[in-house]
């Protein structure tokens, strides 16, 4: 009987066999069956765990060791490790047929049916881009929307001709998934011509982005067709790229343009100035998977989110920043429940190299470091003036003093910040007479240019001043 369901399409075997008796439930769910099922279609082979702790001395280390037991496959995993890695620890599923289910179910949720499809796409890629969309769909439905059905073989074998030679295997199986993104935005941009209806897809690309000043990055995954016609046009006016390299990844205004060397497999950024820099340090035939792996994994743990691109613009350019909201390249300080943040970018497509984010918004009751505002002696406060120090190595200190931030004095208050002509004296936000805008205030800035190789530091402070004082200090600032 188990040699006749595996003629039957797994789902039937799960769905209707099972329920025709007890005998026949128990044949459908004989564990050598979905073992097999589980190995044709996933290549997936039961987990093995040693049943005893390590020898603790050398005597016991001469002791024959236990058999290992040989359990079931392992579940999909639902996190990535450091740098791309595999989970350190995979989950076994219960059986083998919970195994196949839930495998089953992660290629259906990016559009293959593994029983049918005769394309090839492993397990590692597929759960990338199951991971990924996953968590689009929760926090930029937009973006997992634009995500464009699989490349044909054709268009494969052009943009191999192309890159003058034979496409990495995980490349051709992450189109062969998703064929980039499907924007009008982007297609619009093709002919030359724009549409303000959608300017709000500049803001979805999947790969994130930032702004400072004039300087804009959103960047998206090009379909195959988009990135064999661009590529061709870079090639005219680029001189630091090779006849192997085909341009994948783009921000919407090309500020920032990631190009992979069919060659040697490495993730190039490459800027006007005839710049190039390995995106993932290693050029490898996977580097690209590696790549994307790793920058999943920070939006899986809360290091990137979601937030206004440009911060003037508030939720109308909301899409992934890639200001670190946790890890290394984050601090932040709290005093008298006034809650600063700081993040940078290293942005090696622009001269000015590092840029940074300042956040800043007054805790709320369920936070550690909250003071009522009786405690506090305030209810809301404003940013009156700021100082920096920004240090280089093997030069002197630089302090920077001036009046709020980039012409804004931010009244903070508990959940948001207060957005009138006290805070705002220069309309950047456009003419608004009141408005409470929630969440943290944002600015974003540069720190001046870093030379290449040397290290260096950005610290300082902020002054505030209570409510009962703002308008008399506003008035000040207004005139002065």
């Known amino acids: 009987a188990g040699y006749l369901f595996s003629f039957i399409h797994p789902l039937e075997v ?16 004989g564990e050598s069956l979905w073992a097999h099922l589980c190995h044709l279609h996933f290549q997936l082979k039961p987990l093995r765990s040693d049943s005893s702790a390590p020898p603790s001395d050398k005597k016991k280390e001469e002791e024959p060791k236990p058999k290992q037991q040989i359990g079931f496959p ?72 634009s995500l464009k ?32 993104q499907s924007l009008d935005y982007d297609e619009l941009k093709l002919t030359g011509e724009r549409d303000s209806a959608y300017e709000h897809q500049r803001w979805l ?18 379909p195959l067709r988009h990135a064999m016609h661009w590529t061709r046009y870079a090639r ?10 085909l341009l994948v990844f783009c921000s919407f205004n090309f500020s920032k343009m990631y190009f992979l060397d069919a060659k040697d497999g490495g993730i190039y950024l490459v800027n006007t100035r005839n710049e190039r ?52 390249e984050r601090t932040h300080k709290v005093t008298r429940s006034v809650h600063i943040a700081s993040s940078v970018i290293y942005m090696p497509e622009h ?4 840029t940074y984010s300042i956040r800043m918004r007054l805790l709320t009751p369920d936070e550690e470091g909250y003071m009522t505002p009786e405690a506090r002696g305030f209810t809301r406060c404003q940013l009156t003036t700021r100082h920096w120090v920004i240090e280089k190595e093997d030069d002197t200190p630089q302090h920077v ?42 600015y974003q800035s540069c720190t001046g240019s870093f030379p290449r190789g040397k290290e260096g530091s950005f610290r300082g402070d902020m002054n505030f001043v209570p409510n009962i004082e703002v308008a008399l200090v506003s008035d000040l600032l207004l005139a002065a």
């Open 14 to 29: 799960l769905g209707n066999c099972t329920r025709v008796s007890k005998h026949w439930h128990s044949l459908a769910l």
């Open 74 to 145: 392992p579940l999909p995993p639902t996190s990535i490790g450091l740098h791309g890695a595999e989970e350190k620890a995979p989950r076994p599923a219960r059986s083998s047929a919970a195994a196949w289910a839930s495998w089953y179910r992660q290629y259906r949720g990016i559009g293959l049916d593994p029983v049918f499809t005769k394309l090839k796409v492993s397990r590692r890629v597929a759960s990338t881009w199951a991971l990924l969309k996953g968590w689009l769909s929760q926090n930029l439905p937009g973006a997992a929307a």
């Open 149 to 180: 059905g699989g490349a044909k073989e054709d268009e494969i074998r052009e943009a191999e001709e192309l890159a003058g030679g034979s496409l990495p295997e995980v490349v051709k199986e992450l189109y062969r998934v998703f064929d980039g």
């Open 205 to 222: 690309g999947i790969l994130g982005g930032y702004n400072v000043y004039q300087h804009t990055v959103n960047t998206r995954m090009l």
């Open 236 to 245: 005219e006016r680029l001189h630091n790229i090779t006849n192997t390299m």
């Open 277 to 328: 820099f390995l995106a993932y340090p290693v050029a490898s035939a996977d580097a690209i998977l590696l790549w994307l792996r790793e920058y999943t994994r920070r939006l899986l743990e809360g290091i990137y989110g979601i937030g206004p691109i440009i911060p003037f613009m508030l939720e109308r350019s909301k899409g992934i920043s890639l200001f670190p909201l946790k890890g290394p």
């Open 351 to 354: 001269s000015q190299g590092w």
């Open 401 to 442: 003093r001036g009046r709020g931030v980039i012409g804004i004095f931010p009244i903070l208050t508990e959940g948001g910040w207060v957005l009138n002509r006290w805070s705002d004296p220069h309309r950047q936000y456009g003419r608004v007479e009141e408005k409470e805008v929630k969440g943290e205030f944002i």
